[in-house]
């Protein structure tokens, strides 16, 4: 798991949105390409150090965004997007 705990930050941005960032970077990093799976929730929230429903309002807006997709029952996925 490539993810490290979520330092406080000084600028006070919301946890949710450190939490976002750190999604961001590692879709964008190419370390979850289009269409793999996201980790679990509990996966994630572990990892970050943040609790399950404040990683649920990060994967909230990525869904919103269209970033990731989630799939009742299968996971969350990174979205696929053409160029058009």
Known sequence: MPFTPLPPDVAGAPLYRQAKR???EAIESGRY????????????SAALGVSIGTLRHAVDELV???IVVR?????TFV???TTD
């Not at 390409?33 to 994630?44: D, H, I, R």
């Not at 799939?71 to 996971?75: D, V, Y």
């Open 79 to 81: 979205a696929s997007h």
């Open 64 to 66: 919103a965004e269209r």
């Open 33 to 44: 390409l289009a269409g793999s799976a996201l980790p679990s929730e509990p996966t994630l």
């Open 22 to 24: 750190a999604l961001l």
């Open 71 to 75: 799939r009742q029952g299968r996971g």
